[in-house]
């Protein structure tokens, strides 16, 4: 490993015509972002490759749509316009079939910018909050070039790297990027109470990031004997761990840990993840195999979405053809919750946008993507109830959806499905 004081020589192998991988979420490493960016006179034709990634994202510049392109695997805020603009592009695919991109050399890469603690004294640094789908990039690149950080903690999993394995580095000492978790609404709450009464004792969970989770969360502090595997998570679990509500010990793949693939959160949680047994960071391929999500008891799945139609298709990518975010990790975990025994899927959203359009809708927008078809879908939450549509058919399920739609769309949505299915 060698190391520079400049970030813009660590980068320097960097050429016109090559992949370059970045790490993902509070783990894009800034420096060598920027570094990179600074060198966009001199490249041209450089693709960019990564899920979501916290911070600023400058090889997007419209300055440098000859030098950069984005080929995100992830749609975040910081390459939307980006993309809109023609300036990158999206591809769809699964969370847990991502790093089969790199390794099968579908997206060979050139370059990967990574960051990672300092070594421990036998040379092993730990790719920290994010190890997802990093592992399978370093495999696959020529070249990794490593943001040394003595903030980044060392999580325990399948995120050690040596510094032989390392060509170029940088050293930092800088804060992760922080995710301040917001209060749930009153709306929101609600929700939270919904889906907490639809877990059990024993569940093992999946959620995500937000206010809905986090209200969740925050309504399970009399459940018992809850596990965690999931493809993230963030500070809303660490009060039920430190109350004993999650503790693992019914799970049957890793009992006693939480099983995840990154973290995003504030510093609490970062100090929580920190040389901590409890928790295994794993290579999301891992993580997200419904074969193994299946295997562990009461798996209980909790997405959200940004419509759905009423036989159940659940948009979650995109605002018709404006690509929003990505089809991540959703489908890989409502398959492995409704394959496990006692298993839960669960699409938890508001019943109306700010704006107060419905979000329970006749027919998704011309341009929508399905991130989960009608075939998949079990349970629908909003703040007026639950939904479950599994083994119910098109009438049926138009029915259940309408109520739990807010009652100023309900008329509407009674209407179109009268005529679409006949109803009576």
Do not use: W
């Not at 911070?55 to 316009?81: I, M, Q």
């Not at 325990?156 to 922080?178: K, M, N, P, R, Y």
């Amino acid at each position: 490993m060698k190391i520079f004081d400049n970030p813009i020589d660590a980068v320097s192998i960097i050429q016109s015509n090559q992949r370059v991988f970045i790490q993902s979420v509070a783990a894009a490493p800034a420096k060598l972002i920027h570094a990179m960016a600074a060198r966009a006179p001199e490249l041209k034709n450089v693709e960019i490759v990564h899920l979501h990634t916290e911070g600023d994202a400058p090889y997007t510049k419209p300055e440098y749509a000859e030098s950069f392109f984005t080929n995100t695997l992830f749609v975040g805020a910081n390459v939307r316009d980006a993309i809109r603009e023609g300036r990158g592009d999206y591809v769809p695919v699964f969370l847990s079939e991502i790093p089969n991109l790199f390794t099968r050399g579908v997206l060979p890469i050139d370059v990967a910018l990574i960051t990672v603690s300092p070594p421990d004294r036998h040379g092993f640094c730990s790719l920290g909050t994010s190890v997802d789908v990093t592992p399978a990039a370093i495999k696959s690149a020529r070249y990794i070039i490593a943001e040394v950080n003595k903030q980044m903690p060392r999580t325990h999993g399948d995120g050690l790297i040596h510094t032989s394995q390392i060509d170029f580095a940088i050293e930092t000492d800088q804060q992760l990027h922080i995710h301040e978790p917001g209060e749930p609404n009153d709306q929101e709450l609600i929700i939270g109470k919904h889906v907490a009464e639809l877990i059990e004792d024993g569940a093992t969970l999946q959620m995500g990031i937000g206010a809905i989770p986090n209200a969740v969360l925050a309504s399970l502090t009399h459940h018992k004997n809850l596990g965690i595997h999931t493809e993230m998570f963030s500070d809303g679990v660490i009060p039920l761990v430190e109350s004993g509500v999650i503790n693992n010990s019914l799970k049957k793949i890793h009992p006693g840990k939480i099983v995840s693939g990154f973290v995003m959160g504030t510093q609490k949680l970062y100090d929580f993840v920190d040389d901590n047994p409890l928790v295994a960071m794993l290579n999301i391929a891992y993580v997200n195999d419904t074969a193994v999500i299946r295997r562990n008891p009461k798996v209980t799945a909790i997405n959200s979405a940004i419509e759905i139609d009423l036989t159940g298709q659940v948009c979650a990518d995109s605002i018709g053809t404006y690509q929003f975010s990505g089809v991540g990790g959703q489908m890989d975990f409502i398959r492995g919750a409704s394959l496990s025994e006692g298993g839960k899927p669960i699409i938890a959203l508001p019943s109306i946008t700010a704006k107060g359009i419905s979000r329970i809708v006749p027919f998704l927008k011309q341009g929508a993507g399905v991130v989960t078809t009608r075939a998949h879908m079990h349970y629908v939450v909003t703040e007026y109830g639950v939904a479950n549509l599994y083994g119910k058919n098109m009438h049926q399920r138009s029915r259940a959806l309408i109520d739990i739609a807010h009652p100023s769309h309900r008329e509407e949505l009674e209407r179109v499905a009268s005529e679409r299915f006949h109803q009576r």
